[in-house]
């Protein structure tokens, strides 16, 4: 069994910056892609950043220049800082990995709980 726990998420002023992190536990032999999503009410889940497993990323175009993904691969540990935060920021931020893990080494994509994040103006 393979768990995700976001952490970081809270209230912030426009401006301001916050640190998601997001820690894979469990039963893992190797953790490929990871990324943080987003959801607002009533909205779908969109992608906010990706990384691969040799660091290579990519943005959603609404966060270039103000977010950075990251991860240490040796504590299977992403993080996502979020500088310039916006109004329209304001989401719960789920954490995704695609991970290979347990008795039988199976690929499976994992997501986290979703820390909320609120961003006041």
């Known amino acids: 069994q393979v768990q995700l726990v976001e952490s970081g998420g809270g209230l912030v002023q426009a401006g301001g910056s916050l640190r998601l992190s997001c820690a894979a536990s469990g039963s893992i032999f190797s953790i490929d892609d990871m990324g943080w999503y987003r959801q607002a009410p009533g909205k779908q889940r969109d992608l906010v950043a990706g990384?691969?497993?040799?660091?290579?990323?990519n943005y959603a175009d609404s966060v270039k220049g103000r977010f950075t993904i990251s991860r240490d691969n040796a504590k299977n540990t992403m993080y996502l800082q979020m500088n310039s935060l916006k109004p329209e920021d304001t989401a719960v931020y789920y954490c995704?990995?695609?991970?290979?893990?347990?008795?039988?080494?199976?690929?499976?994509?994992?997501w986290g709980q979703g820390t909320q994040v609120t961003v006041s103006s």
């Open positions: 990384i691969t497993s040799g660091g290579v990323t």
């Open positions: 995704n990995a695609y991970v290979t893990g347990g008795i039988g080494r199976i690929r499976y994509r994992y």
